[in-house]
C-alpha cells in the first residue's frame, strides 16, 4: 500500500510538471511595444532689444528701424507671432511715451519661417520693423519717447 501511494504520488507529481512544463513552453516571449511623441514647440533664443530711432519733427518722411528676434521651432513646424504695443494693445502700432506727450508708431514683422530644430545652429529670424512718421512728431516736446513691443509665438 505504501508502495502504491509513492508511485501514486510519483505520478502526479510527473503529470503535472509535464501539464506546466508545456504550459510554459508554450507561452510567447513578452513583448514591449516603446511610444514616444516629439511636442511641437517653439521658443525664443534672444530676450530683449532695443531699436533706437531719431526723429526729426521738421522731416516729413517715416523713419524706420528693425531689430531681429531669433527663434527656433521643431523641424517642421510653422510658428505663429504675435506683436502687441503695451500703450495700447495694439496688433499694428502703438505709443511712444514721455510722460503725456505721445508720438504714434506702426510696426510689423516678418518670419523667418518653419523650424528646423531646437539644437545650436537653428535660429531663424523674426524681423521686426518699427516706423514713426515723423510729421506726428511736429508738436512733442524734446526727450527721449519709449514703449515696448511684446513678441509672443505659437506654439
Request: hydrophobic fraction near 35%; proline fraction near 5%; include cysteine.
Amino acid at each position: 500500500m505504501k508502495l502504491r501511494k509513492q508511485v501514486l504520488a510519483l505520478s502526479l507529481a510527473v503529470g503535472f510538471a509535464w501539464i506546466g512544463g508545456n504550459a510554459f513552453a508554450a507561452a510567447p516571449n513578452p513583448t514591449i511595444t516603446v511610444n514616444a511623441s516629439a511636442a511641437t514647440v517653439c521658443k525664443f533664443t534672444t530676450t530683449a532689444s532695443t531699436v533706437n530711432l531719431t526723429v526729426d519733427p521738421t522731416a516729413s518722411t517715416t523713419v524706420t528701424g528693425t531689430d531681429n528676434v531669433l527663434y527656433r521651432c521643431t523641424n517642421g513646424t510653422s510658428p505663429t507671432f504675435l506683436l502687441t504695443s503695451s500703450s495700447t494693445s495694439s496688433t499694428s502700432g502703438g505709443n511712444l511715451l514721455q510722460g503725456a506727450e505721445t508720438i504714434p508708431y506702426t510696426f510689423s514683422s516678418i518670419s523667418g519661417g518653419a523650424g528646423s530644430g531646437l539644437g545650436s545652429g537653428n535660429d531663424k529670424t523674426l524681423a521686426v520693423t518699427v516706423g514713426v512718421d515723423q510729421t506726428a512728431a511736429a508738436n512733442v516736446t524734446p526727450g527721449t519717447y519709449t514703449d515696448t513691443i511684446i513678441v509672443s509665438v505659437n506654439p
